[in-house]
Protein backbone atom coordinates (compact mmCIF):
# COMPACT_ATOMS: atom_id res chain seq x y z
CA UNK A 1 0.00 0.00 0.00
CA UNK A 2 3.00 2.69 0.84
CA UNK A 3 4.49 1.76 -2.79
CA UNK A 4 1.42 2.08 -4.28
CA UNK A 5 1.06 5.56 -2.65
CA UNK A 6 4.59 6.19 -3.27
CA UNK A 7 3.73 5.81 -7.07
CA UNK A 8 0.70 7.83 -6.95
CA UNK A 9 2.31 10.38 -5.32
CA UNK A 10 5.29 10.66 -8.44
CA UNK A 11 2.66 10.22 -11.11
CA UNK A 12 0.80 13.34 -9.45
CA UNK A 13 4.05 15.19 -9.49
CA UNK A 14 4.66 14.06 -12.51
CA UNK A 15 1.54 15.44 -14.26
CA UNK A 16 1.77 18.47 -12.22
CA UNK A 17 4.95 19.19 -14.22
CA UNK A 18 3.14 18.43 -17.59
CA UNK A 19 0.61 20.50 -17.09
CA UNK A 20 2.80 23.77 -16.09
CA UNK A 21 4.45 23.27 -19.34
CA UNK A 22 1.96 22.78 -21.47
CA UNK A 23 1.15 26.10 -20.16
CA UNK A 24 4.16 27.52 -21.05
CA UNK A 25 6.74 27.08 -18.39
CA UNK A 26 6.08 26.16 -14.80
CA UNK A 27 7.53 28.98 -12.74
CA UNK A 28 8.10 30.75 -16.08
CA UNK A 29 6.94 34.90 -16.37
CA UNK A 30 5.43 34.11 -19.31
CA UNK A 31 4.81 35.83 -21.80
CA UNK A 32 1.52 37.28 -22.76
CA UNK A 33 1.78 40.04 -20.06
CA UNK A 34 5.41 40.54 -19.32
CA UNK A 35 8.04 42.46 -21.62
CA UNK A 36 12.05 42.72 -20.61
CA UNK A 37 13.43 45.66 -20.61
CA UNK A 38 17.19 45.56 -21.32
CA UNK A 39 18.82 48.15 -19.98
CA UNK A 40 22.62 48.96 -21.45
CA UNK A 41 24.10 50.62 -18.13
CA UNK A 42 21.75 51.97 -15.68
CA UNK A 43 24.25 54.66 -14.09
CA UNK A 44 23.24 56.30 -17.55
CA UNK A 45 21.07 59.47 -16.14
CA UNK A 46 19.46 59.85 -19.41
CA UNK A 47 18.67 56.39 -20.13
CA UNK A 48 17.57 55.77 -16.81
CA UNK A 49 15.01 58.54 -17.34
CA UNK A 50 13.43 56.61 -19.99
CA UNK A 51 13.17 53.06 -18.05
CA UNK A 52 11.70 54.90 -14.87
CA UNK A 53 9.06 56.06 -17.15
CA UNK A 54 8.53 53.44 -19.71
CA UNK A 55 8.23 51.02 -16.39
CA UNK A 56 5.70 53.29 -14.75
CA UNK A 57 3.86 53.45 -17.70
CA UNK A 58 3.68 50.15 -18.62
CA UNK A 59 2.50 48.96 -14.81
CA UNK A 60 -0.10 51.50 -14.60
CA UNK A 61 -1.58 49.53 -17.36
CA UNK A 62 -0.59 46.32 -15.71
CA UNK A 63 2.22 44.92 -17.46
CA UNK A 64 4.79 42.98 -15.91
CA UNK A 65 8.18 43.83 -16.65
CA UNK A 66 11.37 42.20 -16.22
CA UNK A 67 14.05 44.72 -16.26
CA UNK A 68 17.92 43.91 -16.80
CA UNK A 69 20.95 46.04 -16.31
CA UNK A 70 24.02 44.66 -18.36
CA UNK A 71 26.07 47.39 -16.79
CA UNK A 72 27.87 48.03 -20.10
CA UNK A 73 28.78 44.59 -20.31
CA UNK A 74 27.98 42.93 -23.42
CA UNK A 75 28.69 39.19 -22.60
CA UNK A 76 26.47 39.88 -19.86
CA UNK A 77 23.19 41.65 -21.83
CA UNK A 78 23.48 38.50 -24.13
CA UNK A 79 22.99 36.32 -21.44
CA UNK A 80 19.93 38.69 -19.65
CA UNK A 81 18.30 38.55 -23.58
CA UNK A 82 18.48 34.82 -23.61
CA UNK A 83 17.16 34.91 -19.75
CA UNK A 84 14.10 36.16 -20.48
CA UNK A 85 13.65 34.55 -23.72
CA UNK A 86 13.94 30.87 -21.88
CA UNK A 87 11.29 32.72 -19.16
CA UNK A 88 8.58 32.76 -22.56
CA UNK A 89 8.77 36.61 -22.74
CA UNK A 90 7.66 37.93 -25.92
CA UNK A 91 8.31 41.22 -26.54
CA UNK A 92 12.25 42.87 -25.41
CA UNK A 93 13.00 46.48 -25.03
CA UNK A 94 16.85 46.35 -25.76
CA UNK A 95 19.14 49.28 -24.87
CA UNK A 96 21.89 47.48 -27.00
CA UNK A 97 25.97 47.58 -25.10
CA UNK A 98 27.26 46.66 -28.48
CA UNK A 99 25.34 46.99 -32.07
CA UNK A 100 27.53 44.34 -33.49
CA UNK A 101 27.84 41.67 -30.99
CA UNK A 102 24.50 41.44 -29.61
CA UNK A 103 23.23 40.70 -33.32
CA UNK A 104 22.89 36.86 -33.36
CA UNK A 105 20.55 36.80 -30.27
CA UNK A 106 18.96 39.43 -31.77
CA UNK A 107 18.26 36.58 -34.40
CA UNK A 108 17.42 33.96 -32.55
CA UNK A 109 14.59 36.13 -30.74
CA UNK A 110 13.73 36.82 -34.51
CA UNK A 111 13.47 32.65 -34.90
CA UNK A 112 11.44 32.32 -31.59
CA UNK A 113 9.07 35.18 -33.25
CA UNK A 114 10.18 37.16 -29.61
CA UNK A 115 8.73 41.02 -30.50
CA UNK A 116 12.33 43.39 -30.37
CA UNK A 117 11.96 47.49 -30.05
CA UNK A 118 15.08 49.00 -29.38
CA UNK A 119 15.24 52.73 -27.89
CA UNK A 120 18.02 54.91 -27.83
CA UNK A 121 21.01 53.03 -29.37
CA UNK A 122 20.42 51.31 -32.75
CA UNK A 123 21.59 47.62 -34.20
CA UNK A 124 23.35 46.94 -37.16
CA UNK A 125 21.52 43.62 -37.47
CA UNK A 126 18.91 41.83 -36.70
CA UNK A 127 14.56 42.90 -37.06
CA UNK A 128 13.67 45.11 -35.10
CA UNK A 129 12.09 48.28 -34.59
CA UNK A 130 13.48 51.57 -32.87
CA UNK A 131 12.99 55.03 -30.84
CA UNK A 132 15.60 57.04 -31.62
CA UNK A 133 16.56 60.92 -31.72
CA UNK A 134 17.80 62.78 -34.72
CA UNK A 135 21.12 61.88 -33.60
CA UNK A 136 22.95 63.57 -36.82
CA UNK A 137 20.51 66.65 -36.60
CA UNK A 138 22.32 67.15 -33.08
CA UNK A 139 25.85 67.09 -34.56
CA UNK A 140 24.57 69.95 -37.08
CA UNK A 141 23.10 72.35 -34.93
CA UNK A 142 26.07 72.39 -32.73
CA UNK A 143 28.34 72.96 -35.90
CA UNK A 144 26.07 75.76 -36.25
CA UNK A 145 26.39 76.93 -33.42
CA UNK A 146 30.33 77.29 -33.46
CA UNK A 147 30.42 78.33 -37.21
CA UNK A 148 28.31 81.88 -36.04
CA UNK A 149 31.17 82.30 -33.40
CA UNK A 150 34.06 80.76 -34.06
CA UNK A 151 36.94 83.77 -35.04
CA UNK A 152 38.71 83.09 -38.68
CA UNK A 153 40.52 80.80 -38.73
CA UNK A 154 39.89 79.19 -35.25
CA UNK A 155 40.54 75.83 -34.01
CA UNK A 156 38.36 73.25 -32.34
CA UNK A 157 38.76 69.61 -31.03
CA UNK A 158 35.90 66.79 -30.76
CA UNK A 159 35.12 64.38 -27.58
CA UNK A 160 33.30 61.47 -29.25
CA UNK A 161 31.44 58.63 -27.50
CA UNK A 162 32.58 54.88 -28.17
CA UNK A 163 33.50 53.73 -31.42
CA UNK A 164 30.55 51.18 -32.25
CA UNK A 165 27.74 52.96 -30.89
CA UNK A 166 25.21 54.62 -33.41
CA UNK A 167 24.42 57.76 -31.86
CA UNK A 168 27.69 58.34 -30.80
CA UNK A 169 28.84 58.15 -34.83
CA UNK A 170 25.93 59.76 -36.31
CA UNK A 171 26.77 63.03 -33.91
CA UNK A 172 29.82 62.97 -34.66
CA UNK A 173 29.17 62.69 -38.96
CA UNK A 174 26.56 66.08 -38.19
CA UNK A 175 29.03 67.90 -36.81
CA UNK A 176 32.34 67.34 -38.64
CA UNK A 177 30.95 67.79 -41.88
CA UNK A 178 28.68 70.77 -41.30
CA UNK A 179 31.64 72.76 -39.88
CA UNK A 180 33.58 71.58 -43.25
CA UNK A 181 31.00 73.15 -45.17
CA UNK A 182 29.99 76.39 -43.16
CA UNK A 183 33.66 77.13 -42.17
CA UNK A 184 36.57 75.80 -44.29
CA UNK A 185 39.03 78.00 -42.66
CA UNK A 186 38.12 76.51 -38.96
CA UNK A 187 40.77 73.64 -38.68
CA UNK A 188 39.91 70.53 -36.43
CA UNK A 189 42.98 69.84 -34.34
CA UNK A 190 41.93 66.63 -32.92
CA UNK A 191 38.84 64.15 -32.52
CA UNK A 192 38.90 61.90 -29.28
CA UNK A 193 36.86 59.24 -27.79
CA UNK A 194 35.83 60.21 -24.49
CA UNK A 195 33.49 57.84 -24.38
CA UNK A 196 30.16 59.81 -22.92
CA UNK A 197 32.67 60.08 -19.54
CA UNK A 198 33.08 63.52 -17.60
CA UNK A 199 36.27 61.80 -16.36
CA UNK A 200 38.04 60.87 -19.49
CA UNK A 201 36.65 64.60 -20.53
CA UNK A 202 38.72 66.39 -18.31
CA UNK A 203 41.99 64.29 -18.85
CA UNK A 204 41.41 64.78 -22.89
CA UNK A 205 41.00 68.77 -22.42
CA UNK A 206 43.89 68.73 -20.27
CA UNK A 207 46.01 67.11 -22.62
CA UNK A 208 44.86 68.98 -25.40
CA UNK A 209 45.53 72.47 -23.37
CA UNK A 210 48.66 71.47 -23.10
CA UNK A 211 49.43 70.47 -26.97
CA UNK A 212 47.55 73.49 -28.52
CA UNK A 213 48.22 77.06 -27.73
CA UNK A 214 45.36 77.85 -29.41
CA UNK A 215 42.04 75.84 -28.98
CA UNK A 216 38.85 78.08 -30.12
CA UNK A 217 35.93 75.39 -29.24
CA UNK A 218 35.47 72.15 -28.18
CA UNK A 219 32.26 70.00 -29.06
CA UNK A 220 31.69 67.00 -27.19
CA UNK A 221 29.39 64.41 -27.83
CA UNK A 222 26.91 64.48 -24.59
CA UNK A 223 26.48 66.82 -21.85
CA UNK A 224 28.92 64.80 -19.52
CA UNK A 225 31.74 65.33 -21.41
CA UNK A 226 31.44 68.95 -22.07
CA UNK A 227 31.11 69.27 -18.68
CA UNK A 228 34.83 67.87 -18.21
CA UNK A 229 35.86 69.87 -20.82
CA UNK A 230 34.50 72.91 -19.03
CA UNK A 231 36.51 71.99 -15.55
CA UNK A 232 39.22 70.94 -17.47
CA UNK A 233 39.42 74.84 -18.89
CA UNK A 234 38.63 76.21 -15.42
CA UNK A 235 41.23 74.25 -13.77
CA UNK A 236 44.08 75.82 -15.95
CA UNK A 237 42.38 79.04 -16.36
CA UNK A 238 42.00 78.86 -19.84
CA UNK A 239 38.74 81.20 -20.87
CA UNK A 240 37.05 82.58 -23.96
CA UNK A 241 36.71 78.32 -25.14
CA UNK A 242 33.28 77.70 -26.73
CA UNK A 243 31.75 74.67 -25.54
CA UNK A 244 28.65 72.60 -27.16
CA UNK A 245 26.98 69.65 -25.26
CA UNK A 246 23.87 67.44 -25.82
CA UNK A 247 21.45 65.79 -23.11
CA UNK A 248 20.62 69.65 -21.39
CA UNK A 249 21.14 67.48 -17.91
CA UNK A 250 20.34 70.24 -15.07
CA UNK A 251 24.47 70.61 -14.74
CA UNK A 252 24.18 71.63 -17.95
CA UNK A 253 21.20 73.78 -17.77
CA UNK A 254 23.05 75.85 -15.07
CA UNK A 255 26.26 75.78 -16.73
CA UNK A 256 24.63 77.14 -20.14
CA UNK A 257 23.26 79.74 -17.32
CA UNK A 258 26.61 80.73 -16.41
CA UNK A 259 28.12 81.25 -19.46
CA UNK A 260 30.60 78.54 -18.99
CA UNK A 261 28.79 76.21 -21.98
CA UNK A 262 27.15 77.74 -24.89
CA UNK A 263 24.69 75.39 -26.10
CA UNK A 264 22.71 72.47 -25.42
CA UNK A 265 20.60 69.97 -26.93
CA UNK A 266 17.48 68.60 -25.33
CA UNK A 267 16.59 65.23 -26.29
CA UNK A 268 13.28 64.31 -24.22
CA UNK A 269 13.55 61.12 -22.53
CA UNK A 270 9.96 61.07 -21.48
CA UNK A 271 8.89 61.37 -25.18
CA UNK A 272 11.07 58.27 -26.00
CA UNK A 273 9.72 56.47 -23.02
CA UNK A 274 6.06 57.09 -24.34
CA UNK A 275 6.85 56.29 -27.84
CA UNK A 276 8.63 53.04 -26.46
CA UNK A 277 5.83 52.45 -24.82
CA UNK A 278 3.13 52.99 -27.93
CA UNK A 279 5.26 50.62 -29.94
CA UNK A 280 5.44 47.48 -27.16
CA UNK A 281 1.87 47.68 -26.45
CA UNK A 282 1.31 47.35 -30.31
CA UNK A 283 3.24 44.44 -30.85
CA UNK A 284 2.16 42.70 -27.09
CA UNK A 285 -1.30 43.13 -29.04
CA UNK A 286 0.25 40.79 -32.15
CA UNK A 287 0.11 43.98 -34.21
CA UNK A 288 4.42 44.51 -34.39
CA UNK A 289 5.03 47.63 -35.69
CA UNK A 290 6.64 48.37 -39.26
CA UNK A 291 8.15 51.81 -38.61
CA UNK A 292 9.28 53.11 -35.63
CA UNK A 293 9.85 56.43 -33.91
CA UNK A 294 12.78 59.74 -34.16
CA UNK A 295 12.75 62.63 -31.82
CA UNK A 296 13.56 65.85 -32.28
CA UNK A 297 16.66 68.19 -30.69
CA UNK A 298 15.93 71.39 -29.18
CA UNK A 299 18.90 74.14 -29.53
CA UNK A 300 19.17 75.68 -25.75
CA UNK A 301 21.18 78.56 -25.52
CA UNK A 302 21.80 81.71 -23.16
CA UNK A 303 18.82 83.02 -24.51
CA UNK A 304 16.21 80.14 -24.12
CA UNK A 305 17.95 78.77 -21.12
CA UNK A 306 15.25 79.82 -18.44
CA UNK A 307 12.59 77.98 -19.98
CA UNK A 308 14.38 74.90 -18.56
CA UNK A 309 15.87 75.46 -15.13
CA UNK A 310 14.34 74.02 -12.72
Given at each position: MKLQKRLWGVLSACLVLVLCLALSGCGSSGGGNTVAYLDYNGDDVFCTKISEEFQAKAKADGKEVLYYDAKNDVAQQIDQMNEAMDKGVKTIVLLAVDPDLIIPTVEKANE????????????????????????????????????????????????????????????????????????????????????????????????????????????AANDAMALGAIAALKSNGRQGVIVCGIDAVDDALKAVAAGDQGLTLKQDPIEEADATYDLVKQAMAGQMPSQGYTAQFTAITKDNVSQYLH
Amino acid sequence: MKLQKRLWGVLSACLVLVLCLALSGCGSSGGGNTVAYLDYNGDDVFCTKISEEFQAKAKADGKEVLYYDAKNDVAQQIDQMNEAMDKGVKTIVLLAVDPDLIIPTVEKANEKGVNVITVNRSLNGGKFVGVYSDDKTAGVKQAEYMAERLPQGGKVCYLRGPYGANDAANREEGFISTLKQKRPDVQILDETVGAWSDTNAMKITATWLSMFPQLDGIAAANDAMALGAIAALKSNGRQGVIVCGIDAVDDALKAVAAGDQGLTLKQDPIEEADATYDLVKQAMAGQMPSQGYTAQFTAITKDNVSQYLH
